[in-house]
């Protein structure tokens, strides 16, 4: 099983402020790079993934920043609200053509009023 | 917005007894995947189908899961007998093409609870 190591466990941030989860992986054959927030009680959803051909994606508070030479790729949010409280997975392919995803072992992040 | 149905929401029964659980996939979608998680990590995959056809279930117990997709459209996964460290949630997901690049859509999941 390919390995995933994902950091910090655990992140508080305060309202406005940013909030950095970082992910290194193992295999950089792949073109898919994609982080997922669960919330309580519910099934991940996809929240914003990248291309290994561009270094950077935003959308909107939301941007992965990707290095590819240092197999990492991280999360940032920025002006972090109470609403982004919740479970965050990077989940680099574990395979070329199935599809598989291999979760990390998820980041808590606590957004403080 | 098309969702990922599961059943039972909830699910507690004793060690030894069997259990299934239920998942509807986004309709369209040809790939499925059983994935679990204990509490406090990652999600990790247990079974994946394309259609009817198994791809890839080596995470998958065999002496004590199953899981089937009869007509590949809904599966369902069965746990018999059921040990105290089945306990985790059980989380159906599907993608549109199984492929590296493809999102994958879960549901809401089990929760399993043995005693």
């Known amino acids: 099983q390919q390995q995933v190591k994902q950091s910090p466990q655990s992140l508080i941030v305060q309202k406005g402020g940013i909030s950095i989860i970082n992910c290194a992986y193992e295999n950089t054959a792949f073109d898919y790079f994609p982080w997922y927030q669960q919330f309580p009680g519910k099934g991940p959803a996809l929240l914003i993934a990248i291309r290994p051909d561009v270094s950077e994606k935003k959308e909107g508070r939301f941007t992965i920043s990707f290095n590819k030479s240092a197999k990492q790729f991280s999360l940032h949010i920025m002006d972090s609200q109470p609403g982004d409280s919740a479970t965050y997975f990077c989940a680099p392919p574990g395979s070329s053509n199935t599809g598989k995803l291999i979760f990390g072992q998820g980041t808590t992040l606590q957004v403080k009023p | 917005e098309a969702e990922v149905a599961q059943s039972p929401r909830y699910k507690i029964t004793e060690k030894s007894q069997a259990v299934a659980f239920w998942c509807d996939p986004i309709?369209?979608?040809?790939?499925l995947y059983w994935y679990r998680q204990i509490l406090g990590q990652g999600p990790e995959l247990l079974v994946q189908f394309q259609d009817e056809s198994v791809v890839d279930d080596s995470q998958l117990p065999k002496d004590r899961f199953s899981a089937e997709r009869l007509k590949g459209v809904d599966s369902t996964l069965k746990i018999q007998p059921a040990e105290l460290g089945d306990s985790a949630m059980y989380l159906c997901a599907s993608s549109e093409q199984g492929a590296g690049n493809s999102p994958l859509h879960f549901g809401n999941g089990t929760r399993l609870t043995v005693t």
């Open positions: 309709s369209g979608h040809a790939t």
